[in-house]
């Protein structure tokens, strides 16, 4: 089994636990630098994140692709944000540049309030169909070598193509903890992206979407990556813990716990982290972002726990790629 490395980008110094107060919103020579560094490092994947209020991740991951050699940049894409021919030819253009590098993430949406803040009120299972149709579009702008039309519930066009072609083959990668995330991820994905959980659980979910791939005419089941992120005995939002207790930190005797509107991953992240902690499944044990360093904190993407790209190198999470036709990991 092959054992390749991914990390999350950044744009400029500052996260979650350093978080830096004011300042230019991007930093190009500190994204270069870090970027290089992830590369000279050893990384495989940087996976560039979206949100509402972020940098436009197209733009990020081909400045990533002209900074470094070999990592790859993970590309994540909300399908509500960008028209799935537009997405091909920016995701081919992407893949030109790179020499066959590209990857691109499906983001259908966990949070309804995000999502509505780029005038998405779809409900989460109709943003996973809509997953679904956008790449079948993808990977038929993609494939075909003459013009197609399309007529769909979420998107309809006439007379596309040929596309413009891609480098090579780009992974599609899809993820989430919902019985539609499994149905799409194991239909559709080349990647699976999981909670980093148990090992019994993650082994659960692995055939759920292994036997999803299964009824879609004995297609390769998704290679399934686990990222975690290491806890160094601090939370989250709050800082280091306050005294020798490991629930409780300055914010009070809990932190937020994710609400029923939250994505079922979310939701499943915190209940992992409190049974992890010690603390059972009683909702008010202990919360995810409180529970103790010595755990890997489950998380979807490894983010650096500090300013430094160098120290960075050393904490983000690693994981296992496909030996043969078994998946291991993204």
Known sequence: MTVEFISAINTRPGDELNPQRGGAPFDPAYLRRYARTLDDA??????????????????????????????????????????????????????????????VRIISGGSDAEQARQGDFLSKDERYDRSEEWIRIVRRAWTEREPFSHEGRYYRFED??????????????????????????????????????????????????NAEAGTSCGRRAPWPPASSRPWTGRCLLCGPFRGASRRTCRRGERCD????????????????????????????????????GRWISPCRRSIRASSSAAESAASLSSASSPSGTSPEYL
Not at 261 to 277: F, L
């Open 42 to 103: 050893g990384f495989d994947y940087t996976l560039v994140p979206y949100g509402s209020t972020s940098a436009d991740s197209f733009v990020v991951a081909t400045a990533v692709a002209a900074a470094t050699e070999r990592i790859k940049p993970i590309v994540a894409v909300r399908p509500n944000t960008v028209f799935p021919t537009v997405a091909a030819q920016q995701l081919a253009t992407l893949d030109q540049v790179s020499q066959g590098r590209a990857v």
């Open 160 to 209: 596309f193509g040929p596309g413009f072609p891609t480098f090579g083959d780009i992974p599609i990668s899809v993820g989430g903890s919902s019985d539609a995330a499994y149905r799409v991820g194991g239909e559709l994905g080349d990647i699976f992206g999981l909670w980093g959980e148990p090992l019994a659980d993650t082994r659960e979910q692995i055939a759920r979407v």
């Open 257 to 292: 716990e994710p609400t029923e509107r939250a994505a079922a991953g979310e939701r499943r992240r915190a209940q992992i982290a409190r049974i992890v902690a010690g603390g059972g499944d009683d909702p008010g044990a202990v919360s995810p972002r409180c529970a103790s």
